[in-house]
């Protein structure tokens, strides 16, 4: 997971290293393995390592670049690493380390603002080009790794999670009652780039910035989903079941154990399939752990066990009483930060937990697959909706009578199931 935190001055203030360590002190649970600090001038990083790829410590960061001119922060993982590895050894660039953030920020060095297209992965970076004084930073397309920033009389801050701007002391905490307002009156929440703190925002997925040696911030996007809708290939559902397979293959390059969440639903049964098929050399002699919960609602027990036989894995239940439900409920508030959208959080937390006291550091789920592959009913409506609501009334009626044809459904209650959700 890792966390980083930033302090840029701004009109001569230099941040002591105090508030660098505050601040990375307040997100410790993120990086228990090991932690570092660096200044240059008005420049100051902290940083909380959760070991994943290159366990020693030439992993080591805040990291500088083998000529000393950059230094860069990173949470996440480019999942891609070993192929940029070779392209960039190919063009002359030397690694001391066996992990990605040393690749990352070679790639930064050849390629610069260019380099983002070519990876693959979940980021939050910053590097600090010491050359020019000016500082560069990202986030990953689809926003999966956090990362905020605020600006202060003082400084521009930086931070893995809202936690860490407060120790810092250079922040006031107080509410962001617009944001505090829409969700409270009308459940709205993680709808832009306000949070629930004022002063502090996101940096937009798929973003990236600058900042000059004075301290302008200019925030621009790098990636976003194409205005038109591509028509789908013949062989989608090949080329799918590919992207996928390969997805998978890369997200076990870990020196750490990798274990699934399985739910029993297609998405978590199909990702664990596919790790039982892709693993490999010594990770092959390890037990593949499977963490679960499952409400007396929503049991899905007989598709757990049958998945369990096809894979060979080990499953490992999580058990909640509604007394230990609701006692970790704090813990589960405080490590958000924010209010949540349900209480599944709880059990998130649970098995992330359950997950570390067995020896697991790194978890694939599905979380999120439901969005992106329509798994619910309501997913088709409110996409009908959008489509009609922006005057596009052939691709509407095209994708319901899609729909229609494979649910086995009359095209005309399909598309009365609109007015009945309207």
């Given at each position: 997971m890792c966390g980083i935190t930033a302090i840029i001055g701004l009109d001569g203030f230099r941040p002591e290293r105090w508030r660098l360590e505050a601040m990375a002190d307040a997100i410790r649970h993120r990086g228990p393995d090991d932690h570092g600090y660096y200044q240059s001038g008005p420049v100051g990083f902290g940083f909380r390592r959760l070991s994943i790829l290159d366990l020693t410590a030439e992993g080591h960061q805040p990291m500088l670049s083998h000529d000393g001119r950059y230094a860069i922060i990173f949470n996440?993982?480019?999942?891609?690493y070993l192929e940029l590895r070779e392209e960039l050894a190919a063009r002359g660039h030397r690694f001391r380390s066996t992990g990605d953030t040393e690749v990352l920020l070679a790639a930064f060095a050849e390629w610069g603002e260019a380099c983002l297209p070519k990876l693959n992965g979940m980021w939050a970076f910053l590097i600090h080009d010491r050359q020019s004084g000016s500082l560069f930073g990202a986030r990953d397309r689809f926003g999966v790794k956090p990362f905020y920033y605020c600006r202060t009389p003082e400084a521009l801050l930086f931070a893995s999670e809202l936690k860490a701007f407060a120790p810092s002391g250079l922040y006031q905490p107080a509410v962001n009652w617009s944001t505090a307002g829409r969700f409270l009156h009308d459940g709205v929440m993680d709808?832009?780039?306000?949070?629930?703190?004022?002063?502090?925002?996101h940096i937009p997925a798929g973003s990236c910035f600058a900042i000059d040696p004075r301290g302008e911030m200019s925030l621009s996007s790098y990636w976003s989903f194409p205005p038109e809708e591509p028509a789908a290939p013949a062989d989608a559902a090949e080329r799918f079941a590919e992207l996928f397979e390969d997805s998978v293959r890369l997200r076990l390059r870990s020196d750490v154990p990798v274990g699934v969440c399985l739910s029993g639903g297609l998405d978590s049964t199909a990702i664990i399939c596919a790790m039982a098929r892709q693993r490999e050399g010594p990770a092959r002699e390890q037990p593949l752990f499977a963490f679960s919960y499952n409400s007396a609602e929503f049991d899905e027990t007989p598709y757990l066990e049958a998945t369990i036989r096809q894979t060979g894995a080990t499953l490992v239940n999580l058990t909640l009483s509604g007394r230990e439900?609701?006692?970790?409920?704090?813990?589960?508030l405080a490590a958000q930060d924010e209010?949540?959208?349900?209480?599944?959080?709880?059990?998130?937390?649970?098995?992330?937990?359950?997950?570390?006291?067995?020896?697991?550091?790194v978890i694939l789920n599905g979380q999120g697959s439901d969005e992106t592959a329509a798994g619910y009913p309501t997913f088709f409506l409110h996409y009908w909706?959008?489509?009609?609501r922006s005057h596009r009334y052939p691709s509407?009626?095209?994708?319901?009578?899609?729909?229609?044809?494979?649910h086995q459904q009359p095209r005309?209650?399909?598309?009365?199931?609109?007015?009945?959700h309207a």
């Open positions: 996440g993982e480019i999942y891609n709808d832009g780039v306000e949070t629930f703190y004022a002063g502090i925002q439900f609701w006692e970790s409920f704090g813990a589960v209010p949540v959208h349900t209480m599944t959080a709880v059990v998130g937390y649970g098995l992330m937990k359950l997950a570390h006291d067995h020896g697991v550091t909706h959008t489509l009609l509407a009626l095209r994708e319901i009578h899609r729909f229609a044809g494979v005309a209650e399909a598309a009365l199931s609109l007015l009945r």
